[in-house]
């Protein structure tokens, strides 16, 4: 199983990102994924998840309303579109996927299969 983020950089309070993930070695349309952060000198935050066999996504009440996770289906990727930046949002962001039947969950313990993260800064 690989999982490679892309996509952070540096952008200005206010401005917008989309990272993306591509994931192979398992059945993408059939596995639960999402994005976790983690802020220099604090532990990793779930932001958002998402089924990809088809439901209603799930987001941290410190992003809801300025992010948006979704599947790309052209590029075959799993995308997280960020509005809005605040400097909070300032941190590593890991995508993170799960093939446990029956567990799609908005945490960290959720997940079993990790990329090696992209660093997202808002300053």
Not at 98 to 106: D, H, K
Request: hydrophobic share 35%; with cysteine.
């Amino acid at each position: 199983v690989q999982v490679v983020e892309s996509g952070g950089g540096l952008v200005q309070p206010g401005g917008s990102l989309r990272l993306s993930c591509a994931a192979s070695g398992f059945t993408f349309n059939s596995v639960c994924m999402g994005w976790v952060r983690q802020a220099p000198g604090k532990e990793r935050e779930a932001v958002a998840r998402i089924y990809t066999g088809g439901s209603s996504a799930e987001y941290a009440d410190s992003v809801k309303g300025r992010f948006t996770i979704f599947i790309d289906h052209v590029m075959g990727t799993l995308d997280l579109q960020m509005n809005s930046l605040e400097p909070e949002d300032t941190g590593t962001y890991y995508c993170a996927a799960s093939e446990r039947s029956g567990i799609c969950a908005l945490a960290e313990w959720a997940f079993t299969y990790w990329g090696q993260g992209t660093q997202v800064t808002v300053s």
